[in-house]
C-alpha cells in the first residue's frame, strides 16, 4: 500500500486525501451508472445545460451517457430514501457533446448532504469545500452567494421571463450598465428599488459591510429574512475561518430553476477558473415527489491536470538493461530491489540503442551481463 501512494501522481495522492476527509465525515462512497434512460434528462431540462450525448439500448430503449452527475444522485436517492444515503460522495465523469469537439468526458469528485434547509446543514457542505480546497492550496477562498437573495428581490415585480433572465445574466458578469438600460423606463419598480439592482454587481466582499450597503435601499420581508439567516450561517463560519477565506458576492446567479439557497465556488491561487462549483437544490427532489433537499458540491478535478504537472515524478527509478545470461539471478536482483519499495524496468540489452535510455526518467542504470550486476554512473 506504501508503495503504491508513493507512486501515485499529485494529483491523485490529493483527490486520496479529499475523500479520506469525507469519509472522517461519515459520508459514503457511491457508484453511478454512466447511461441512464434518456427521459431522466429529457424531463428535466430547466436543470441541465449541456448537450446529452445518446444511444440506442438492444432493447430499444434510448439511453443517455449521463451529461450531470446530480441528476443520478437524486433518482438514486429518492429510490432508497434512507438515512444511509443522506451523506454521499462520489467520484465519477460526466460526459458531453460540443460544437468543435465532438464528445467531451469530464471527472469531478463531490458529495451531497440530502436535508431541508438549516443552518447547520449549509455550514458543514462549507465546511467541508474549505477543506478540500485547502488540501488542493491552503491559499484558497469559497465564495457565497444565494438565489433566494437574488429571486426575493425581483419577486414582487411583473417582469417578462425574458427580461429577468437577461438581468440575472447581467448581474453575473457584473455589468451594471446594461441593466440601467433594461429598466430605465419601467414604471413598476420604484427608483430606490433600481438604484439597489444596479448595485447588486457590487455587493461582493465581507458580508456586514454588504448589509450596511443593503441597508440603503427598499428590501422587502423576505429578502431581510434571507439575509438574516446568511449573518447567522456566517457568524458560525468565522468562528472558525478567518474572513479572508470566506467571502460573499451576490452577483454569483446561476441557475434559479435549479438552485434555490446558498450557492458556492471555490478557488485556488494559481488557477484562473472555478475550481469547486455547488449549492441547495430542494426544487430538484420536488420533481422525484421527495419532501426534501439536498446541498452539495463538485470539484471540477480535469482542470488539475494542468495544475499538478508531474515534470519531476520518475517513471521508475531502477533500469535494468540485461542479456541471456542468467535469468534465475535477474529475477532475484529485481525481487531485491521491488523489497526496498523501489520500481524496476527490465529491458533486454539488444532491444535498446543508447539514445533509447533518453525517453525514460529514473534514478539508477544497471547492465546485467553474463550473471553480474553492474551499475552505471
Known amino acids: 500500500m506504501k508503495n503504491y501512494i508513493k507512486n501515485m501522481s499529485k494529483k491523485d495522492l490529493v483527490l486520496l486525501n479529499i475523500r479520506k476527509i469525507y469519509d472522517s465525515y461519515g459520508y459514503k462512497k457511491i457508484s453511478l451508472p454512466s447511461f441512464e434512460e434518456y427521459d431522466l434528462y429529457n424531463e428535466n431540462k430547466d436543470f441541465i445545460d449541456r448537450n446529452v450525448l445518446t444511444v440506442m439500448s438492444p432493447n430499444g430503449k434510448l439511453l443517455a451517457l449521463r451529461p450531470d452527475i446530480t441528476l443520478s444522485v437524486a433518482k438514486k436517492v429518492s429510490k432508497d430514501q434512507s438515512l444511509k444515503y ?142 438574516s439567516e446568511l449573518k447567522q450561517l456566517n457568524s458560525l463560519l468565522m468562528k472558525f475561518y478567518k474572513k479572508s477565506k470566506i467571502i460573499f458576492d451576490f452577483s454569483v446567479v446561476k441557475n434559479l430553476n435549479y438552485y434555490n439557497g446558498i450557492i458556492l465556488q471555490g478557488y485556488i491561487e494559481g488557477f484562473p477558473n472555478v475550481i469547486l462549483t455547488g449549492g441547495r437544490y430542494d426544487k430538484l427532489f420536488e420533481k422525484f415527489g421527495v419532501d426534501t433537499g439536498a446541498v452539495g458540491f463538485a470539484i471540477l478535478t480535469d482542470g488539475l491536470k494542468g495544475y499538478y504537472k508531474d515534470t519531476d515524478k520518475k517513471d521508475f527509478e531502477v533500469l535494468i538493461a540485461y542479456d541471456n545470461s542468467d535469468f534465475e539471478k535477474l529475477v532475484e536482483i529485481v525481487n531485491d530491489f521491488q523489497k526496498k519499495g523501489l520500481r524496476v524496468r527490465t529491458e533486454n540489452i539488444e532491444n535498446l540503442g543508447e539514445s533509447d535510455f533518453e525517453i525514460f526518467n529514473f534514478d539508477e542504470k544497471y547492465i546485467f551481463q553474463n550473471g553480474e550486476l553492474k551499475k552505471e554512473e
Do not use: W
Not at 143 to 158: M, P, R
Not at 172 to 184: M, W
Open 86 to 227: 443522506s451523506k454521499i460522495y462520489y467520484q465519477e465523469n460526466t460526459y458531453n457533446l460540443t460544437k468543435y469537439v465532438g464528445y467531451e468526458e469530464d471527472e469531478q469528485l463531490g458529495i451531497e448532504l440530502i436535508g431541508k434547509e438549516s443552518t447547520f446543514l449549509d455550514f458543514e457542505i462549507i465546511n467541508l469545500a474549505v477543506k478540500s480546497l485547502n488540501i488542493i492550496n491552503k491559499k484558497s477562498m469559497i465564495v457565497l452567494s444565494h438565489a433566494g437573495f437574488i429571486s426575493s428581490i425581483f419577486e414582487n415585480f411583473d417582469l417578462e421571463y425574458e427580461i429577468k433572465e437577461q438581468i440575472f445574466d447581467c448581474i453575473n458578469r457584473k455589468n451594471s450598465h446594461d441593466i440601467q438600460k433594461t429598466l430605465e423606463n419601467n414604471k413598476h419598480i420604484s427608483e430606490n428599488v433600481k438604484k439597489l439592482i444596479y448595485k447588486i454587481p457590487e455587493l461582493s466582499g465581507n458580508l456586514e459591510n454588504i448589509e450596511k450597503e443593503l441597508l440603503k435601499y427598499e428590501i422587502n420581508v423576505n429578502t431581510k429574512k434571507i439575509l
